[in-house]
């Protein structure tokens, strides 16, 4: 067979059955067409069927002419011509917009840095600032303390002791009225009597303190001296600047200084007796008719009890 369309057409004979009264059958058809059309070609082997070659639509828009272009293809290269061409533009734009966005970093850093260096500025400045007023603070704090203590180097206990006219200056015993003069101090035994608190804060507004005794002799003549002051009344006698009222026991001087020579009375005293008040006793006073032999005259009683003092201070030599 020579190279070319081939047509053959093949008739197939419908049969029908028809059955005789003799139980004969016999069989009756019309006939069908049905045609094959190949096409030998040259790198091209296809085969079509045509069932129906009465139907011109059927096949339509899915052969392809020799020769010609898949559309599903030219779309496709069509859509990825497309995309390439998108990413290229958006990389095009990226890289012409980032000396651009470079830029603008480095405008907004060197604002930072710039507000930075300010702040810090200020910040230290201000340091600067309040370290010289600190300075300034601590140089008049220094001055206000060694002015202070001029004053208080210069102050004169408004009751002690002045020059009475000798026109040779001061003298030993120049102690103000009202005051006694021993030893270098001027004493004041007051008539009044006051709680142990009151007594301490009275003897330092009259520009003194509450006697502080640091020897035997001082401690003999204060006991005579009260001895010949109090009256016959035993609860009549004096306070003097000892008190255990911070730690039992512990006594301690009105300058808080530490007891060392002690002039209790008798072998009992102090006894901290708690008959009167559970607090105890904690503040010490003196004063026997006529003094003692030994000195020994103290005794520790409650400090809420008021009790006539003895002040001491300097005697302006
Ligand atoms: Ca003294
Ligand atoms: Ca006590
Ligand atoms: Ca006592």
Redesign the pocket.
Same mark, same amino acid.
């Given at each position: 067979m020579s190279e070319g369309i081939v047509h053959a057409d093949v008739k197939f004979k419908k049969h029908q059955k028809t059955e005789g009264k003799d139980g004969a059958t016999a069989s009756t058809g019309n006939d069908a067409t049905y045609s094959e059309i190949s096409i030998p070609k040259a790198g091209r082997n296809q085969t079509s069927t045509d069932t129906d070659a009465g139907d011109p639509d059927s096949q339509k828009g899915l052969k392809v002419k020799p020769g010609g272009y898949d559309p599903v293809k030219v779309v496709l290269v069509t859509l990825c011509f497309l995309l390439m061409g998108m990413v290229i533009g958006l990389r095009f734009l990226y890289i012409s917009n980032l000396p651009t966005k470079n830029t603008e970093l480095q405008i907004l850093q060197a604002a930072y840095n710039r507000n930075l260096t300010s702040a810090l500025m200020i910040k230290n400045r201000e340091l600067q600032e309040l370290q010289v007023k600190n300075k300034d603070l601590q140089e008049k704090e220094r001055a206000l303390r060694q002015q202070n203590e001029e004053l208080r180097k210069q102050k004169t206990p408004p009751s002690c002791p002045t020059n009475t006219g000798n026109n040779d200056g001061p003298q030993p015993m120049n102690c103000a009225e009202g005051w006694e003069y021993y030893g270098g101090k001027c004493y004041y035994f007051s008539p009044d009597k006051l709680t142990w608190a009151q007594s301490r804060d009275e003897c330092i507004t009259r520009g003194g303190h509450l006697v502080i005794i640091e020897s035997i002799e001082e401690q003999i003549f204060l006991d005579q001296k009260t001895g010949t002051k109090i009256s016959t009344d035993s609860e009549d006698k004096f306070w003097i600047g000892l008190t &255990?009222s911070i730690n +039992?026991?512990e006594w301690l001087w009105v300058d808080n200084s530490s007891l060392s020579t002690s002039f209790w009375l008798g072998d009992q005293e102090?006894d %901290?007796w708690k008959g009167e008040n559970p607090d105890? +006793? %904690?503040c010490a006073r003196m004063g026997e008719p006529n003094g003692t032999i030994d000195g020994k005259s103290w005794l &520790?009683v409650i400090c809420n009890t008021t009790q006539r003092r003895i002040c001491e201070t300097k005697s302006p030599l």
């Open positions: &255990d +039992e026991n102090p %901290d105890g +006793e %904690d &520790d």
